[in-house]
C-alpha cells in the first residue's frame, strides 16, 4: 500500500465548474499538507499549505484536511482553462521529506 | 521570492556521455537541496537530498556512483548523470529549502534523453 493515494483522474470540467480533488494516506505521522499544481514539462507549484484540520481558503482555492479519516481535498472553484494542469497532493512530517501522490490531471473546457 | 531555476531545460546525449545539470536559488540561501526523477504520467520520485558543504543521502535503490550530487555552495547543487543510458532519459527536477523553514521550492525541471 502506497503512502499516500491520489486518483490519476484524468478528470474534465466544464469552465466555472467547481473541481474537487483529494488525497488518502495511510501514516498518522504527516502533520504538513500541500497541494501542488504542475503544468506539463514544468516544475511544481506550491498552491496550498496547511498544518492543522480543517478548511484553509486562498482566492478560488481551498484545501481541507481531515487528520481523523487521514484525508484531504482540494477545491478549485470557477474553474478556468488556465487551472487546466496536474495537482499533486504532498505531505511530510517534522522534517524535509515529502511524500507525494500519484497526481490527477485537470482539464478545463472552455 | 523563492526562485529556483535549473540549467539546462532540455538535454539529449549519447548513451555512454554525462550530463551535468545545474540547479540555483536566485533570491534565498539554500541549506537544503533535493533531486527528484518524474516519469511521464508519474509522480515526482526523491532520488537523493544534499545538504551544502556535505554529501548527498541517496534513496533507496538510487545508484550513487550513477547519480553524483554536489552542493558546494548555498546557491548552487548539480546532478551529474554519469555514462548515461535510455533508461535514464526522464524529467529531473530540483528543489531547495532554507534554513528558515523546510517548505521546498521547485525548480522548472530538466528533460534528458538519453540515445
Known amino acids: 500500500q502506497k503512502e499516500v493515494e491520489q486518483d490519476p483522474g484524468p478528470l474534465s470540467v466544464p469552465e466555472g465548474a467547481i473541481v474537487s480533488l483529494n488525497c488518502t494516506y495511510s501514516n498518522s505521522a504527516f502533520q504538513y499538507f500541500m497541494w501542488y499544481r504542475q503544468y506539463s514539462r514544468k516544475g511544481p507549484e506550491l498552491l496550498m499549505y496547511?498544518?492543522?484540520?480543517g478548511n484553509k481558503e486562498d482566492g478560488r482555492f481551498t484545501a481541507q484536511v481531515d487528520k481523523s479519516s487521514k484525508y484531504i481535498s482540494l477545491f478549485i472553484r470557477d474553474s478556468q482553462p488556465s487551472d487546466s494542469a496536474t495537482y499533486l497532493c504532498a505531505m511530510r512530517r517534522g522534517d524535509y521529506k515529502l511524500s507525494f501522490g500519484a497526481g490527477t490531471t485537470v482539464t478545463v473546457r472552455a | 521570492g523563492a526562485v529556483v531555476s535549473q540549467h539546462p531545460s532540455w538535454v539529449i546525449c549519447k548513451s555512454g556521455t554525462s550530463v551535468k545539470i545545474e540547479c540555483r536559488s536566485l533570491d534565498f540561501q539554500a541549506t537544503t537541496m533535493f533531486w527528484y526523477r518524474q516519469f511521464p504520467k508519474q509522480s515526482l520520485m526523491l532520488m537523493a537530498t544534499?545538504?551544502?558543504?556535505?554529501?548527498?543521502?541517496?534513496e533507496q535503490g538510487v545508484e550513487k556512483d550513477k547519480f553524483l550530487i554536489n552542493h558546494a555552495s548555498l546557491t548552487l547543487s548539480t546532478l551529474t548523470v554519469t555514462s548515461a543510458h535510455p533508461e535514464d532519459s526522464s524529467f529531473y527536477i530540483c528543489?531547495?529549502?532554507?534554513?528558515?523553514?523546510?517548505?521546498?521550492?521547485f525548480g522548472p525541471g530538466t528533460r534528458l534523453t538519453v540515445t
Open positions: 496547511t498544518y492543522s484540520s
Open positions: 528543489s531547495a529549502s532554507s534554513a528558515r523553514a523546510y517548505e521546498q521550492y
Open positions: 544534499s545538504n551544502e558543504g556535505s554529501k548527498a543521502t541517496y
